[in-house]
């Protein structure tokens, strides 16, 4: 089974720092999908980056860069130069390849960013 | 373009009242999910769809529940009757086909269900 941990339930940073949320996962599976949700206090959920295991290289999607360390089994979230608007709690998500496998959450990291 | 698009944004109903939220995938989604959020439990997967036909309802968390999808535009959640311990915020998600993992599974705002 799939599992997903995100140890830090809650993370404060200054505004234009980079902050970086934790994600690991358990699975057996060599071909997977790792994705970072942001919910914002309004409630939606946002995609904000994927990150393939067969990925040579880190994703970025603008400020949001993924650290993947496959052999370690974690998939953190880098965000650069914070703003307020990034206070939200972010989701670290996995997916497996194979079959019609659908996304399990970690728990969650609350995000605040102060000015 | 549209996203998912889901309603009541808000509901607040009475013990043993039946719910039904609704949801409108992207167009072209082949693949429809209900998850439900708890503080306790987090999100978790209840039922998905594949062109309409429900593929895996094994998070379905008993028989008060039920889904449809009558077609590739609609599908409804239904609790009836609704109890207190159902209050939790319900997502609707789309997404092309699961096949492969770059596949993005798009969420909708979520109905904010509150059972008194």
């Known amino acids: 089974a799939q599992k997903i941990t995100q140890t830090q339930p809650g993370m404060f940073v200054q505004e234009k720092e980079a902050v970086t949320l934790d994600c690991t996962y358990d699975t057996s599976d060599q071909s997977y999908g790792l994705f970072w949700y942001k919910q914002p206090s309004s409630g939606e959920m946002i995609f904000l980056i994927y990150?393939?295991?067969?990925?040579?290289q880190n994703a970025t999607e603008g400020r949001y860069s993924l650290n993947f360390q496959k052999a370690r089994k974690s998939a953190n979230l880098v965000i650069s130069a914070s703003q307020l608007g990034d206070s939200a709690m972010y989701f670290c998500?996995?997916?497996?390849?194979?079959?019609?496998?659908?996304?399990?959450f970690g728990k969650g990291t609350m995000l605040l960013v102060s000015p | 373009d549209a996203g998912v698009i889901q309603s009541p944004r808000h509901e607040v109903t009475e013990m043993g009242q039946e719910v039904t939220l609704r949801c409108k995938p992207i167009s072209g989604h082949d693949y429809l999910f209900w998850y439900r959020q708890t503080m306790m439990r987090g999100l978790e997967l209840l039922i998905y769809f594949n062109n309409n036909v429900p593929i895996d309802d094994s998070g379905m968390p008993e028989d008060r529940f039920s889904a449809k999808m009558p077609n590739a535009s609609f599908s409804t959640l239904k609790i009836q009757p609704s109890e207190p311990r159902d209050s939790a915020v319900y997502f609707c998600?789309?997404?092309?086909?699961?096949?492969?993992?770059?596949?993005?599974?798009?969420f909708g705002e979520g109905s904010w269900l509150t059972v008194v």
């Open positions: 998600a789309s997404s092309f086909q699961l096949d492969s993992t770059g596949n993005t599974i798009y």
């Open positions: 998500a996995m997916r497996y390849d194979s079959g019609y496998s659908t996304l399990t």
């Open positions: 990150q393939g295991s067969y990925d040579e």
